[in-house]
């Protein structure tokens, strides 16, 4: 355990639902990032937080928002789920310049 | 914004053969380089970086990667592959800006056949 949760784990969802994954960390590290993986894309930046409500956009931050109202939890939420976000949302954290970035177990999303 | 490239998508191997995956980056700043493997089923986890210092970086399990700052480059390898190898592999690039903001290659599935 690297001091990083997500939840929930595994979530179906209807199109046009909103949806909010959560991930949440013990360490008080300063930044904060959401990524999805999706087979022949790697992972692919959505968000990022470098501090409490200072958020920024990643490549693909389109259909998706942020919040950061405490160091320790780092939202993300979908407005209106469409299928084309389907995939395995992966949280991480890093503590400082130059350190490595930790990683949670990932949430498989669903969007029917 | 700075990129990552991985240029084999699915390498297959022998168990005993060696190993060299690709990694390229652009960004003309100062960065930090990882590699990251992701066994099946399973969440990404650090085999090696770079910051400074040497550019041959030695990681866990007998990995190591070489930092050309010329070439732009961060290649993985390892001697002699096992069965248990077998994962996604993943070149990041980090950059310390205002957002120290992580970007990811499009990763490297390796297969080691026993």
């Known amino acids: 355990d690297a001091g990083i949760t997500q939840s929930p784990r595994h979530k179906v969802t209807e199109t046009g639902t909103p949806v909010t994954l959560r991930c949440h960390q013990t360490?008080?590290?300063?930044?904060m990032y959401w990524y999805r993986q999706d087979p022949g894309h790697g992972l692919r930046l959505i968000h990022y937080?470098?501090?409490?409500?200072?958020?920024d956009k990643g490549e693909v931050s389109d259909g998706y928002s942020v919040s950061r109202s405490k160091t320790e939890d780092f939202l993300l939420t979908l407005e209106s789920a469409t299928s084309s976000q389907t995939s395995v949302y992966f949280c991480?954290?890093?503590?400082?310049?130059?350190?490595?970035?930790?990683f949670g177990q990932g949430t498989r999303l669903t969007v029917v | 914004a700075q990129s990552v490239s991985q240029h084999n998508h699915h390498v297959i191997l022998s168990e005993a053969a060696s190993l060299e995956l690709g990694c390229n980056y652009s960004y003309g700043g100062t960065v930090n380089l990882f590699w990251y493997v992701q066994y099946p089923g399973q969440h990404l986890q650090l085999l090696l970086k770079y910051f400074s210092g040497d550019p041959l970086v030695k990681g866990i399990k007998g990995f190591e990667a070489e930092f050309i700052k010329s070439k732009f480059s961060f290649n993985l390898r390892k001697p002699s592959v096992q069965w248990s190898d077998t994962a996604e592999y993943f070149c990041a690039v980090n950059v310390n800006n205002a957002g120290n903001m992580l970007t990811f290659g499009g990763g490297t599935r390796l297969m080691v056949k026993p």
């Open positions: 991480a954290k890093k503590d400082r310049e130059n350190t490595e970035a930790f």
């Open positions: 360490e008080n590290h300063r930044y």
């Open positions: 937080s470098y501090g409490v409500k200072d958020t």
